[in-house]
């Protein structure tokens, strides 16, 4: 009978592991198989700052589905388009021009594919 609890101590050694390995290179670890809400953000759910954030392979992703679920900012954009909110989101943010654009496309390709 194979033991269930060897299995469960190697799965939390390499979980350990791996967190620990986040902590020293001071990145976060998400990726595309992540829920959105769970990924990381500007501001820790502590509401302290995210150092890590602007190094967050899903940067770009995440604050694209964080301005849709703002209220606020649909409004805007509803009215004004969605370049109407790239000031204040950089500003928030800390993103560059470059990052904005990259984040334009996902909104533009969510359009298109609503639109379908
Ligand atoms: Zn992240």
């Not at 390995?21 to 992540?34: A, D, G, T, Y």
């Not at 301005?67 to 000031?87: L, R």
Request: proline share 2%.
């Amino acid at each position: 009978m194979i033991n269930k609890n060897v299995f469960q101590n190697i799965k939390n050694d390499v979980h350990l592991e791996s967190n620990l390995l986040f902590k020293v290179l001071k990145m976060c670890c998400c990726n595309p198989s992540f829920d959105i809400r769970c990924t990381c953000w500007v501001r820790n759910n502590d509401n302290s700052k995210n150092k890590e954030f602007l190094k967050c392979p899903m940067r770009h992703e995440t604050t694209y589905q964080r301005i849709m679920n703002d209220y606020k900012y649909y409004k805007i954009i509803e009215k004004s388009g969605f370049n109407a909110i790239k000031d204040e989101i950089l500003k928030i943010t800390k993103l560059t021009t470059k990052d904005w654009d990259i984040i334009v496309d996902i909104y533009k390709k969510y359009k298109a594919e609503d639109n379908e």
